[in-house]
Each structure stands twice: as structure tokens, then as C-alpha cells.
């Protein structure tokens, strides 16, 4: 399978611990976006790469969290100091940009559960 | 920023029926619309899209209808089978995607 995927698929963690989650993209994609996903709603805008270079954070991404995709392939999301509210699905995807339609396919997400 | 809403949180159709789900937009300059659905424990997968140059566009049992005279986007499901029971998003896609609150479909045997 070539789909997206991301590791782990659910992190269960105390508060004030810190989480990292991994994705790794279609292969050919050169766009990777990060989402969260709390229960009852759509996905919500966290950052992109565009190949390693970030090119946009959402007021939603506190200081807390950072994201990297160092060589272009596969991406980070840590999680400093976690607190209850980070509890969520982290959803991941991946485009090719240049193509005309930029859709984006997603992982199966990280459940993150704080206690 | 963009706001996308679904006219019902929640739709119950008999196996073999048509379903219809609605999506408003905000934005009038949104011109690409996505739909995906959402089964339980897994991410959102992509079901057709639709561009604003056009009014109805067809797949493999779903059709996307936009009018976007009063900025609205349907998806109809031709004889709804069990796999289609899930969560459905209407996302505008302006390089990232603004989902709305999805329409969870129950398809009844």
C-alpha cells in the first residue's frame, strides 16, 4: 500500500508529557499537511510543507507545538507540555502540487488521548 | 476565512434509496470543492470534486451538484448501500482544505 501513513495510530499520555507523531507521505507528493479533527467536527488547518520548507501555521498551532519535514519526505508533529484540550484525531495528508487539482489524501490519523 | 456548514448533522436512508447531502459555502470566490467520507477510525477519503466552472459533475454512483448563485454544493448517492454508512465533509480547497461539520449517514437494511 502507497497510501499515507502515520505512526502511531492512537498515544495515550499524562498531562505535561511531550508527544511525537510521524507521517510519512505518497512518495511522489511534495505538499504535506498536518490537521486536528476533534470529535463531532472537520478537520481543522494546522500547517504544510511544501517539499522541507513550512509555509504556514495556523493560529491554531500554539508555541507548544512544531512541525518539521527535514529532507522532504516524512514529517514530525511534536506536542511540548501536553494538556487535556490536545486531545484529538492528528491527521495528516499529502498532495502533489503542479498538479491543477492539489487533492490532498489522508493517513488514518493519531488519536491522542491526555490524561 | 472560509465557513462551510452542512444543512443536517445527520441523514438515515433505507438501503437501495437515493441519498442527498447539503453544503453551504460563505465565500463566493471559492471556486474547488472537494467531498470525502469518513468511516469510523479511519481518515477522510476523497469521493469526487467539482470546480466552479462547472454545475454537475458524475462518478461511480455519486453526483456533485454547485449552484453557486447561493453558494450551495450537493452530493447525491445513487441506491445507498451499507459501505456508505460514515461521516460526509464538503471542504472548500484553497491549497488547504476548510471542512464543515460533516453529515453522518446511516443506511438502514
Known amino acids: 500500500d502507497t497510501g499515507v501513513s502515520q505512526d502511531p495510530r492512537h498515544k495515550i499520555t499524562k498531562r505535561g508529557q511531550n508527544v511525537t507523531f510521524r507521517c510519512d507521505p505518497i512518495?511522489?507528493?511534495?505538499?504535506l499537511y498536518w490537521y486536528r479533527q476533534t470529535l463531532g467536527q472537520g478537520p481543522e488547518f494546522l500547517t504544510y510543507f511544501q517539499n522541507e520548507a513550512q509555509l504556514e501555521k495556523s493560529r491554531l498551532l500554539s508555541d507548544r507545538f512544531s512541525a518539521e519535514r527535514p529532507k522532504g519526505s516524512f514529517s514530525t508533529l511534536e506536542i511540548q507540555r501536553t494538556e487535556q484540550g490536545d486531545s484529538a484525531m492528528y491527521l495528516c495528508?499529502?498532495?502533489?502540487?503542479?498538479?491543477?487539482?492539489?487533492?490532498?489524501?489522508f493517513g488514518a490519523g493519531t488519536r491522542l488521548s491526555v490524561l | 476565512g472560509e465557513s462551510v456548514g452542512l444543512h443536517l448533522p445527520t441523514l438515515s436512508v433505507q438501503e437501495g434509496d437515493n441519498s442527498i447531502i447539503n453544503c453551504a459555502y460563505s465565500n463566493s470566490a471559492s471556486d474547488y470543492f472537494i467531498w470525502y467520507k469518513q468511516e469510523s477510525g479511519k481518515g477522510p477519503q476523497f469521493i469526487i470534486d467539482i470546480r466552479s466552472n462547472m454545475d454537475k459533475r458524475q462518478g461511480q454512483r455519486v453526483t456533485v451538484l454547485l449552484n453557486k448563485t447561493v453558494k450551495h454544493l450537493s452530493l447525491q448517492i445513487a441506491a445507498t448501500q451499507p459501505g456508505d454508512s460514515a461521516v460526509y465533509f464538503c471542504a472548500v480547497n484553497d491549497y488547504k482544505l476548510s471542512f464543515g461539520a460533516g453529515t453522518t449517514v446511516t443506511v438502514r437494511a
Open positions: 495528508a499529502s498532495s502533489f502540487w503542479a498538479d491543477a487539482k492539489n487533492i490532498q489524501y
Open positions: 512518495s511522489e507528493h511534495n505538499r
